[in-house]
Structures are given as structure tokens and as C-alpha cells.
């Protein structure tokens, strides 16, 4: 099996209020090293065999019109997850 | 007597509420089921509140893609009317019948409160039996209410009049512009967050000026639209 990830991301300009509780949760835990945090999503995406360019873009289209909403978040990268043992 | 559907998805929750509203302002409630792809030919339809399909992917998200909504959609764009409570708003964003989004509230909790709304546009299909203006009290109650925008849409929303309510007294979870509901261009789609359908029958609402749990303020919600279908 071939592995295709899709991160997802808010927006920069829209305001993450859970990276923001996230952050303040690390600071309260001794990270005080981080300035900020935003949280996002990431999707796997099997394939059968090989990740192909087809399979590549079909993940962004998915990406673009189901996995996101683009009001809110931007598909910050599609990329073949190499890791993935293939059958 | 006007036949007004009520869609009910995996995880609905104000179906029944939404339905009683309906017959307590005189029309006759029609079940809709998500997966067919049929209106019964109902003369409006409301999309109520809950967790459809648990919320998953984003709210609202997977519920787009449900048969019963592609016929909704085409049926909003000839002009029946159409209302979103909670959910269902975020229902219509995702099938891009309104403009903008919800995200969390900025606060992180979920919220559930007496809400203090104005009306800010008296004429659209489902709040003619409003005046200009007038402060409405209903229950609020979620997690993803937080309404956004960008700053174009926003303004383009309030040069139309189609900011049709706005949180008064408090913003309850950071919206932009206070904005509570809003409405398509036609005014025959409105979406807000606050539910109408928990304020509609004395014993059971809000506290109001005659008491305890009297208030009825979102009962006008569907007898606006009953007088919008009659003419």
C-alpha cells in the first residue's frame, strides 16, 4: 500500500482559538520556549500499489473541495509518504 | 396549510423540537430523511440543529454531500425558502448557500445561554413577523459558533442588509461583527446560530417578561414564513 498525506491548515489570518489553548497549555507545563502554536490536520490517504501522479492529484482535489474548507483553511501540502510499506 | 420539511441527518438532535415549532405556528410539519433525494414537495424546509454526522471533518461538512441536499440547494436557488438553526447553518456554509464559516468559539467552551439577538433585517422570509430592531431573547447552545469571514464578505454582508441577527449585550463566542445570522441576497435562506425552536411555547423558553420559561420570542420565526408562503 502507497500512502498519500494531506496536511490541512487554519487559515493564517483566522485566529486558531485550540492552537491558542495549546499554547497556553505548554507554557503552564514548563515549554516556555514555544511563542505560539496552531493546530491543523493531517489525512492519510491509502492507495493501492504505488502512489502515482494521479493519485497525487486526485488527494489535491480532494483536498481542495472536501478535506478543507477554504474559507477557513488552506491544503498546506500533498505529498507521497514514503514510510509507507508498500505491498 | 403550508407543508414545511424538517431534514433529519445521522446525529440530528432538534428535529422533533423544530417539527413541533413548525405545527405550534400553524403549519404541517413534513420529515425529511437525508438520504433521499426527494422534498415531498414542501412549500420551505429547516435544517435544525445537532451533531450530523458527529461533527467529523468539520461541522457540517459531510452533511453537504447528502442527497436530500443537492435538491435542497437547486430548490434555495429557484427561491424556497430555507432556514439553518445551529447545525444547519453550518450546514448551508459547507453547501455554500451563506457565505463564511464557523469555527470554535474563541473561548474553547461550549456555550448554552439565553441569548439576547436583534433583528437587524425584519424582511426576509423567516422574519417578516419581526420589526426593525427588536431585541428577541432564545437559547444558544455549541461549540462551533464562531462566525468568520473575510473583511470583503463581511462588508458586502452588511451593505446588503443581510446581517439578518446580531448578539446584543454579549458576544457569546468571539463572531465577527457580533453577527448571529445571516441571510443569501433573495433573503429566502437565513442561517444563525441561536435556536429559534426551543422558544416557542410558554412552560418550555427562555425566561421572558411574563415569567419564568414564558418566553416565545422564536415562534415568529415560523409564522413569518407560513405569511411569506400564503403571500
Given at each position: ?62 483536498g ?24 | ?81 430555507v432556514?439553518g ?9 459547507e ?34 413577523d ?24 463581511l ?9 439578518v ?40 423558553g ?26
Amino acid at each position: 500500500m502507497g500512502r498519500v498525506v494531506v496536511d490541512v491548515m487554519p487559515k493564517p489570518e483566522i485566529l486558531d482559538p485550540q492552537g491558542k489553548a495549546v499554547a497556553a497549555a505548554l507554557s503552564r507545563l514548563g515549554f516556555d520556549q514555544f511563542a505560539s502554536v496552531r493546530q491543523g490536520k493531517r489525512f492519510e490517504l491509502e492507495v493501492e500499489g504505488e502512489v502515482t501522479q494521479e493519485a497525487l492529484d486526485a488527494a489535491r482535489a480532494a483536498g481542495e473541495q472536501v478535506l478543507s474548507n477554504p474559507v477557513i483553511e488552506d491544503v498546506v501540502a500533498v505529498y507521497a509518504d514514503e514510510t509507507a510499506v508498500t505491498a | 396549510m403550508s407543508r414545511i420539511g424538517v431534514v433529519t441527518f445521522p446525529g440530528t438532535l432538534d428535529d422533533r423540537d423544530a417539527s413541533r415549532a413548525v405545527r405550534l405556528a400553524g403549519g404541517e410539519p413534513v420529515a425529511l430523511w437525508h438520504g433521499d433525494a426527494d422534498l415531498r414537495g414542501v412549500d420551505a424546509v429547516v435544517l435544525p440543529g445537532g451533531f450530523s454526522y458527529g461533527d467529523y471533518l468539520r461541522a457540517g461538512a459531510i452533511s453537504r454531500f447528502a442527497p436530500v441536499m443537492s435538491e435542497i440547494v437547486d430548490a434555495a436557488n429557484r427561491g424556497l425558502p430555507v432556514l439553518g438553526i445551529c447545525n444547519g447553518f453550518q450546514v448551508l456554509t459547507e453547501a455554500h448557500l451563506l457565505p463564511g464559516s464557523m469555527i470554535k468559539n474563541d473561548h474553547l467552551h461550549f456555550v448554552c445561554r439565553e441569548q439576547v439577538l436583534s433583528v437587524e433585517n425584519a424582511d426576509t422570509a423567516w422574519t417578516r413577523d419581526y420589526t426593525q430592531g427588536e431585541r428577541i431573547t432564545i437559547p444558544l447552545k455549541n461549540q462551533d459558533g464562531q462566525y468568520v469571514a473575510d473583511e470583503h464578505t463581511l462588508d458586502e454582508l452588511e451593505g446588503e442588509g443581510r446581517v439578518v441577527f446580531r448578539y446584543q449585550d454579549v458576544n457569546p463566542n468571539g463572531s465577527r461583527r457580533g453577527i448571529a445570522g445571516i441571510s443569501n441576497a433573495r433573503g429566502n435562506v437565513v442561517g444563525l446560530m441561536p435556536h429559534p425552536e426551543h422558544a416557542v411555547e410558554p412552560g418550555f423558553g427562555p425566561d421572558g417578561a411574563k415569567g419564568p420559561r414564558s418566553g416565545t420570542d422564536g415562534l415568529r420565526f415560523f409564522t413569518s414564513v407560513l405569511s411569506a408562503l400564503v403571500g
